[in-house]
């Protein structure tokens, strides 16, 4: 099975800051990669996938890069309503795994 | 406008069952796979299971393989997972996503429910 590491596992910012979080899997997945922000008591919501596609009606100051085995997601400019935990999700023949997440906090 | 919304959760003893519905609208849930993705009480996010339009294929994460079964009814818009032999560590909120077309990952999840096992 395909594992998923993220670093760092939290990151205390300011807004305005720029921010990058990677996720690394254990063999290669192409493209084949999502990213996802989650706040508190809230449903997942999908902001890159393709490793780097933006999903419709997301910020452009989020942007994923990456293939193979490691994947950046950026946020160029925090906003208050940016602070959340983000998850990368990779898909390898339909099984899907989560990374363990990244908490993005106010410094 | 998409919606799913999840309804089936509850409090169960360890090795009961339980099922669990999705009822989706706003699409043509025919046209998409689906999945279950659930979350441990201040855990990260796991993905349980997915299964094609027509439910001929479907796949499970390992810890649910042989106890959960995803199935789907076409013309009721609605998803499914039958949760049997219940244990502590399935614990979680489950929500039920939308897969992505031609990508994957999921681009539309419901709020999901809460799903607690214990005596």
């Known amino acids: 099975d395909i594992q998923m590491t993220q670093s760092p596992s939290s990151v205390s910012a300011s807004v305005g800051d720029r921010v990058t979080i990677t996720c690394r899997a254990s063999?290669?997945?192409?493209?084949?990669l999502a990213w996802y922000q989650q706040k508190p008591g809230k449903a997942p919501k999908l902001l890159i996938y393709a490793a780097s596609s933006l999903q419709s009606g997301v910020p452009s100051r989020f942007s994923g890069s990456g293939s193979g085995t490691d994947f950046t997601l950026t946020i160029s400019s925090l906003q208050p309503e940016d602070f959340a935990t983000y998850y990368c999700?990779?898909?390898?023949?339909?099984?899907?795994?989560f990374g363990p997440g990244t908490k993005v906090d106010i410094k | 406008e998409v919606q799913l919304v999840e309804s089936g959760g509850g409090l169960v003893q360890p090795g009961g069952s339980l099922r669990l519905s999705c009822a989706a609208s706003g699409f043509t849930f025919s046209s998409y796979w689906m999945s279950w993705v659930r979350q441990a009480p201040g855990k990260g996010l796991e993905w349980v299971a997915n299964?094609?339009?027509?439910?001929?294929?479907?796949y499970y994460v390992d810890s649910v393989k042989g106890r959960f079964t995803i199935s789907r009814d076409n013309a009721k818009n609605s998803l499914y997972l039958q949760m049997n032999s219940l244990r502590a560590e399935d614990t979680a909120v489950y929500y039920c996503a939308r897969n992505k077309r031609w990508q994957l990952s999921l681009d539309y999840w419901g709020q999901g429910t809460l799903v607690t096992v214990s005596s």
């Open positions: 999700q990779q898909a390898n023949s339909l099984i899907f795994t």
């Open positions: 299964i094609k339009q027509d439910g001929s294929e479907k």
């Open positions: 063999q290669g997945i192409s493209s084949w």
